[in-house]
């Protein structure tokens, strides 16, 4: 029961990006990507599976760090190019700097501002 996939508008690498949205308080946490296999597993398995570019494999968000983020919902866009995940996150870290989310610094003035705290040591996490 794939055909939902091939709803999907994939880009030239076979890959669609993937915001992972708080479903609590609507926060975005982060966004990867995803090619048809990660898409698939984590329809099924019900938790956020990701496609890495730079090591050119899948990998379950918190097979490391424990974070792991539990899938809600996933929404596909308008276009059927861009995927929505509605999680719950685990450990309330998104972001491998030890952040509630990647998105952690704001531009102010022309610079960027970090306004998140870490909540935890990355080198406590990933050690």
Known sequence: MTDFLDQITWNEDGLLPAVAQDAESGRILMVAWMNREALELTA?????????????????????????????????????????????????????????????????????HTVDPVIKDPRDIYS
């Open 44 to 112: 099924t398995e019900g938790r956020a599976v990701y496609w890495s570019r730079s090591r050119r494999k899948l990998w379950r968000k918190g097979e490391e760090s424990g974070h792991i983020q539990r899938v809600g919902e996933i929404r596909l866009d308008c276009d059927g190019d861009v995927i929505v995940l509605q999680v719950e996150q685990l450990g309330g870290i998104a972001c491998h700097t030890g952040r509630t989310s990647c998105f952690y610094r704001v531009l102010k003035d022309g610079q960027w």
